[in-house]
């Protein structure tokens, strides 16, 4: 029996709202104990996968993501660009590879790709795997048909984020729907892609909204391979910006509370490093975070440099998490 078969039995996806508030509300030293916990029961606490992220197509985005800063709706100064060429992209992966990235992500600024840019992305994925990476796209929504083709080049993980709670949802985006990624979630299961799903918090919600964001990744038909979780960059020019930041000890709350739901599941510490102190990112892997990016940029903003990322986890004794 493959060992994921034999762990899923203690996977749960029927978590009841309070059950998880209460996970939320609990003391701090007392959900932290229970994330580490059930982060050794299935990982090597001292290892974490490193992910290095492109922007193959940047800016002029039609959605109105209130806190994206390549949505057209915003003026947030980043310029519209065309999609990469296939040998560009490909230069960059061999780069990340060698400053030690096992997984290669690859984004798009795209309501939906056209099935003509599908196919340049396809020849994309299929170089980072000959490089021996695993390779992620996020492009937006997909049709059935569009995963199929996307796991026919190879494709490792699609990353397609819930973003907030359903019920929050409407206050962040109105050109999509809670359901529209609930059928490209399901579209890219049903064509046996790993999937990379998880969301933002830091985006004024308070803690109902942030448990609820967290429950409804964990009551997923199947939890995500991969949970980001992005703790929102401000960029001035976007309707969130100058939103009051998020507690830090809060950010950990919802890293550890997304081990407990998701055990299996890599927990990425995702977008927002960059304004984290070194103390802050220690908590979050005691919490049970176990993926970060790694490299200077994440798609327009900013990440922190290779040497300072490199230091902290030399720090911690943290080492890559073999693929
Ligand atoms: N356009 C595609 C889509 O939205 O499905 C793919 C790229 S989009 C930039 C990928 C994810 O990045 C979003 O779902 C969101 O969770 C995250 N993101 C975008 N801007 C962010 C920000 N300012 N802070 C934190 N996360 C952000
Ligand atoms: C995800 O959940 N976080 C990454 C990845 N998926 C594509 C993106 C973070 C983007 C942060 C804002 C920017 O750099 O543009
Ligand atoms: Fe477009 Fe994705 Fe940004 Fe939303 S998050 S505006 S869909 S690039």
């Known amino acids: 029996m493959h060992a994921e078969d034999l762990q899923s039995h203690a996977l749960r996806h029927d978590w009841r709202k309070e ?3 209460a996970l939320f509300d609990s003391p701090f030293s007392d959900l932290i104990y229970r994330a580490q916990t059930v982060h050794r029961e299935n990982f090597n606490p001292n290892q974490v996968q490193m992910s290095t992220l492109l922007s193959i197509k940047t800016g002029g985005c039609p959605e109105d993501c209130a806190y994206c800063p390549q949505s057209a709706h915003h003026d947030a100064g980043v310029e519209a660009e065309r999609l990469m060429r296939v040998e560009a992209v490909l ?6 590879k060698a400053a030690g990235a096992t997984r290669y992500c690859m ?3 795209w309501r939906a790709p056209k099935d003509h840019d599908l196919e340049t992305v396809c020849r994309m994925v299929a170089g980072v795997r000959a490089l021996g990476m695993e390779s992620c796209v996020t492009l937006g929504m997909l049709s059935a048909g569009q995963a199929e083709r ?3 080049a190879g494709l490792d993980y699609y990353n397609h984020n819930l973003d907030s709670a359903e019920e929050f949802y409407g206050e962040i985006i109105t050109t999509r729907t809670y359901q529209d990624r609930l059928d490209t ?6 064509a046996g892609i790993n999937l990379c799903c998880g969301g933002i918090v830091g985006m004024g919600e308070g803690r109902a909204e942030r448990a609820e964001l967290l429950r409804g990744l964990a009551n997923l038909p199947q939890h995500p391979e991969s949970v980001p979780i992005n703790n929102l960059v401000q960029v001035e020019g976007t309707p969130l910006y100058g939103t009051e930041p998020l507690d830090a000890l809060e950010f950990v709350r919802a890293i550890a509370v997304a081990r407990i739901l998701m055990p299996g599941s890599m927990v990425r510490l ?3 490093r960059e304004n984290m102190s070194d103390e802050t990112q220690a908590l979050c892997f005691l ?9 200077d940029r994440l798609l327009t903003t900013a990440n922190p440099l290779p040497d300072s990322d490199a230091a902290l986890l030399d720090k911690l004794g943290v080492e890559a998490m073999p693929v």
């Open 19 to 21: 059950e998880v508030r």
């Open 287 to 295: 919490a049970g975070a176990n993926s970060i990016f790694l490299g």
């Open 150 to 152: 996307l796991a026919e």
């Open 91 to 96: 230069a960059e992966a061999r780069r990340a």
């Open 185 to 190: 979630l399901a579209s890219v299961r049903a």
């Open 270 to 272: 995702s977008a927002g």
């Open 107 to 109: 984004g798009a600024a």
